[in-house]
């Protein structure tokens, strides 16, 4: 046979057609070709692969030694290639065993996570689900390797790889936390008490200060007095509940920790911007239906 570069493979078809039949009309019926098209393609396969492929024996076509011989590797190629170019299987949680691992934020951890177990002890109960810290760089390595599958929980003003897939997942309004013995009584903070307050402020993947507040504040011209920088809200709503210092954070995890210790929830100052997440996903596994599937249950 010449190179397979030079075979034109858009012919493949026709003569696993051909040599199956044995016969040019009912192989151009089976491949919805004319007879007269059919009878060019034989030509041009007999040219190809300087063989007659089919001779005349009787009353009709017989195969030569070649074309025997050839038929059931022919078939097999075409097989794997159907395979290859087939839809992906779809994904069946309820069968799966498969782990999922998720770079997230607290906000995901504390709230989100344990009804998400929940849910899936009942509904896909091989699911395991691995988190990880969110790192600087928004961990695109990690993403590329498939040793993380996704990003959960990030702000969507944080700075990330272009090259990632986001998509906007939860938008959450802002709470001050402070400590229940505190003797602010007002419920709503007003920009000027908010200012003068100590604060325990979040670090962010740069290892600075939370800039979607600190921006909003500089846009006031005013700023924030800090006491202390955590990188978990745990750690900052423990501070607060030992000091006079406020924590501006998700209201579902100052809610949260308002059952957990001696704080409560104040309203910020009007004109706050709520805080808005992200999902980020590497776009080589977009079509992964696992990962679709993942995606899809955390947007419900």
Known sequence: MKPLRQFDLNLLLLLEALLTECHVSRAAERMFLSQSAMSHALNRLRQQLDDPLLVRSGNGLKPTPRATAMLPDIRQAIRMIEHSLSPLAPFDPSSSDRCFTIA????????????????????????????????????????????????????????????????????????????????????????????QLKHVILSDLAGVTSDQIDQWLAQQQRQRNFIACTVNYMAGARIVAATEAIMTLPRQMALLFAQMLPVRLLSPPQGMPEIEMVSLHHPLYSNDPGLKWLLELLHQ
Not at 145 to 173: F, M, N
Request: include cysteine; proline fraction near 7%.
């Open 104 to 195: 997230s934020t607290d906000f995901f951890e504390a709230l989100i996570l344990p009804p998400l177990m929940q849910n899936l002890q009942l509904t896909a109960p091989g699911i395991r689900i691995q988190i990880e810290v969110i790192r600087q760089g928004g961990n695109l390595k990690q993403l590329e390797k498939r040793e993380l599958d996704l990003i959960l929980g990030l702000d969507s003003k944080q700075p990330v790889d272009p090259q990632l897939i986001s998509r906007s997942w939860h938008t959450e309004p802002l709470a001050c936390l402070i400590a229940e013995g505190n003797t602010l009584m007002d419920q709503h903070l007003s920009l000027e008490q908010y200012c």
